[in-house]
């Protein structure tokens, strides 16, 4: 019988909570989960951009969730917007009705991801955000951070969170405006113009 030297960290083997992965791609990504706005509603933005690590290079495994209120600001309330498949028993995907505010998506090979969303609204004092958590290689604890749509420059000014922050962090939450209500909001991971991440206690 072999004994291990508990004492001696290079001789305890890993164990399963002690390994990062990714382990993602099974069972959390799920179809139309970037579709969080209801089909055809007129208040819809695309927010999309990229994951990268400390040297800028694309995590094409990372996992990219967001929450958002609605555009009056309130928070949803509805049920699961998925629908199942009775035939097979799968997911075809959400029902294109509901809000939920919440939408997750994997990003692709190049560390793209994107999602369709309801633009949202004011609440508690803050500017319009979106609430964002990013699960990626390497990171044992997920991050948390926002995204805030540009728009009224005296809103964002007296945001709370974005005023307690330099100038140059303070640009690593806003999304920059594209054409067509489309938004980009690249993930730095670490290194410079690292994404500013939030801790909660």
């Known amino acids: 019988m072999t004994r291990i030297d508990t004492n001696r960290p290079e001789s305890v083997l890993p164990t399963p909570s002690h390994t990062v992965g ?6 959390l990504p799920f179809n139309g989960g970037e579709d ?7 208040d819809t933005v695309a927010v999309h951009g990229y994951v990268t690590d400390g040297e800028g290079q694309p995590l ?10 609605d555009p009056d600001g309130n928070l949803p309330q ?3 917007s998925m629908r199942r498949d009775p035939a097979s028993g799968g997911f075809p995907g959400r029902n294109g009705v509901e809000f939920t505010g919440w939408g997750r998506v994997q990003t692709d090979a190049n560390g793209h991801w994107y999602v369709r969303t309801l633009r949202p609204g004011a609440r508690g004092g803050n500017a319009p955000y979106l609430s964002v958590c990013v699960f990626a290689r390497g990171l044992l604890v997920h991050l948390f951070t926002r995204i805030y749509l540009p ?5 964002l000014a007296a945001d709370p969170l974005l005023a307690s922050l330099p100038e140059t962090r303070r640009d690593t939450l ?3 405006a594209e054409s067509g209500g ?4 690249d993930i730095r991971l670490q290194g410079e113009g690292e994404t500013v991440f939030l801790e909660f206690r």
């Open 36 to 42: 969080i706005a209801p089909v055809g509603h007129p």
């Open 22 to 27: 990714p382990f993602y791609g099974y069972a």
């Open 78 to 80: 509805v049920d699961g």
């Open 174 to 176: 806003v999304a920059r």
């Open 151 to 155: 728009g009224d420059d005296a809103v």
């Open 182 to 185: 489309t938004y980009r909001f």
């Open 60 to 69: 094409p495994d990372a996992l990219v969730e967001v929450w958002g209120p």
